[in-house]
């Protein structure tokens, strides 16, 4: 596309982030270095970006976007101002173009912020020029939040609340600590910068780096380090493929404050209806994807019994498949049991007996398909 053929420039948009981004690189260093800024600024500016952060991932994202989970409309409140706050648009309008995404993940033309378009183009480039005509003013694929007064309050009052947010808790907090411009440059416009770029880098780099354990059918990555720094977005392969699970880190130690947020604020009846993806699905997506890696790796060996080796891995393949169905099908029955208290009855300690024996199966059927899969890397 020349330069006479590209679609508009918005504005806005570009001030907003040309400004900011001036702001938060040469003026905030030079308060700092004048005047200093002290602990309440600091922790004011932290607290700030995990409260915005966090709205957007938690409420936007993952309630609104994906309705991983329902919660209390003072949850949905709190999240509307904050996601506000992050300037990020209205729920409605975010929610609309990240769906459109992940329905056309990739797709030129289609995906929003597509990471074939390189870098820079789905970072941040997509919300410089009008690409899509009717971004803004098509909502048909977000008829249900239509129907959420908070996410139409919102979007109708977007301006006043985003002002009011991104001035006026500032500035309180501000003058509350004596020194109103201190805290409106740290907790107000860096810490704004901060939560773009955090937002973007899920855009961008988690479509870029990092691996793909769960599908290769579009350029979502998983990577902890992402994680870390995007309030557990980071596993975006897992995402990509698991959508509606209220998780992104599925397993206890990968970093998910969203997720912990979400289930913490279940224990207390904020949220509720968290909703996951079966285990079964989790780890059959996986197996697809270790047992593709190794058939290419035989299939480009040039070794001279590949076909043996294609035959074993899709036997083994198979066989483990059929163990998980079966094993999955016992752990079912086992749950209910345990739900109707029957483990101490005849029927539960049968029950009880198959689960363990199938789960013992399968363990040993994990590590003989990978010993094989491994082994076929190394010959690779």
Same mark, same amino acid.
């Given at each position: 596309?020349?330069?006479?053929?590209?679609?508009?420039? %918005?504005?806005?948009?570009?001030?907003?982030?040309?400004?900011?981004?001036? %702001?938060?690189?040469?003026?905030?260093?030079? /308060?700092?270095?004048?005047?200093?800024?002290?602990?309440?600024?600091?922790?004011?500016? @932290?607290?700030?970006?995990?409260?915005?952060?966090?709205?957007?991932?938690?409420?936007?994202?993952?309630?609104?976007?994906?309705?991983?989970?329902?919660?209390?409309?003072?949850?949905?409140?709190?999240?509307?101002?904050?996601?506000?706050?992050?300037?990020?648009?209205?729920?409605?309008?975010?929610?609309?173009?990240?769906?459109?995404?992940?329905?056309? *993940?990739?797709?030129?033309?289609?995906?929003?912020?597509?990471?074939?378009?390189?870098?820079?183009?789905?970072?941040?480039?997509?919300?410089?020029?009008?690409?899509?005509?009717?971004?803004?003013?098509?909502?048909?694929?977000?008829?249900?939040?239509?129907?959420?007064?908070? *996410?139409?309050?919102?979007?109708?009052?977007?301006?006043?609340?985003?002002?009011?947010?991104?001035?006026?808790?500032?500035?309180?907090?501000?003058?509350?600590?004596?020194?109103?411009?201190?805290?409106?440059?740290?907790?107000?416009?860096?810490?704004?910068? *901060?939560?773009?770029?955090?937002?973007?880098?899920?855009?961008?780099?988690?479509?870029?780096?990092?691996?793909?354990?769960?599908?290769?059918?579009?350029?979502?990555?998983?990577?902890?380090?992402?994680?870390?720094?995007?309030?557990?977005?980071?596993?975006?392969?897992?995402?990509?493929?698991? /959508?509606?699970?209220?998780?992104?880190?599925?397993?206890?130690?990968?970093?998910?404050?969203?997720?912990?947020?979400?289930?913490?604020?279940?224990?207390?009846?904020?949220?509720?209806?968290?909703?996951?993806?079966? /285990?079964?699905?989790?780890?059959?997506?996986?197996?697809?994807?270790?047992?593709?890696?190794?058939?290419?790796?035989?299939?480009?060996?040039?070794?001279?019994?590949?076909?043996? @080796?294609?035959?074993?891995?899709?036997? /083994?393949?198979?066989?483990?498949?059929?163990?998980?169905?079966?094993?999955?099908?016992?752990?079912?029955?086992?749950?209910?049991?345990?739900?109707?208290?029957?483990?101490?009855?005849?029927?539960?300690?049968?029950?009880?007996?198959?689960?363990?024996?199938?789960?013992?199966?399968?363990?040993?059927?994990?590590?003989?398909?990978?010993?094989?899969?491994?082994?076929?890397?190394?010959?690779?």
């Amino acid at each position: 596309m020349t330069q006479s053929t590209k679609p508009p420039l %918005i504005l806005t948009n570009a001030l907003v982030f040309g400004i900011t981004g001036f %702001i938060a690189l040469f003026l905030v260093p030079l /308060e700092g270095f004048i005047n200093g800024f002290d602990w309440v600024e600091i922790i004011a500016c @932290i607290f700030l970006i995990w409260f915005s952060g966090m709205s957007i991932t938690a409420g936007y994202h993952r309630l609104w976007s994906h309705k991983t989970y329902d919660a209390h409309p003072i949850v949905k409140a709190v999240f509307a101002i904050g996601g506000a706050m992050a300037l990020q648009n209205s729920i409605l309008h975010w929610s609309s173009d990240h769906r459109v995404h992940h329905k056309h *993940v990739d797709t030129n033309g289609k995906d929003p912020y597509s990471a074939k378009k390189g870098f820079w183009f789905s970072h941040i480039g997509w919300m410089l020029r009008e690409y899509q005509a009717h971004r803004y003013d098509d909502y048909n694929n977000c008829k249900d939040l239509q129907k959420d007064k908070i *996410v139409m309050w919102q979007h109708n009052h977007y301006l006043a609340i985003m002002l009011g947010a991104n001035f006026g808790i500032p500035m309180l907090l501000g003058w509350l600590n004596g020194d109103i411009l201190g805290m409106l440059l740290l907790a107000g416009v860096f810490r704004l910068v *901060v939560v773009h770029h955090i937002t973007f880098f899920i855009n961008s780099l988690a479509h870029i780096w990092g691996r793909q354990p769960y599908t290769d059918t579009n350029t979502a990555r998983d990577n902890g380090f992402i994680a870390f720094f995007t309030f557990g977005e980071g596993y975006h392969n897992f995402h990509h493929i698991f /959508e509606y699970d209220y998780r992104n880190g599925i397993r206890w130690w990968q970093f998910d404050p969203t997720k912990w947020l979400i289930k913490g604020l279940s224990f207390v009846q904020l949220t509720k209806n968290l909703r996951k993806c079966p /285990e079964e699905r989790i780890e059959k997506a996986k197996l697809a994807m270790q047992l593709k890696r190794a058939q290419m790796k035989a299939e480009n060996s040039g070794l001279s019994n590949k076909d043996e @080796i294609l035959a074993k891995l899709e036997s /083994e393949y198979n066989l483990l498949l059929a163990k998980m169905t079966e094993f999955y099908q016992a752990k079912r029955r086992f749950m209910d049991a345990k739900k109707r208290a029957l483990m101490q009855t005849y029927e539960g300690l049968e029950i009880s007996f198959k689960y363990k024996e199938l789960k013992a199966s399968v363990a040993l059927q994990k590590d003989k398909w990978l010993c094989l899969s491994q082994l076929n890397l190394q010959h690779a």
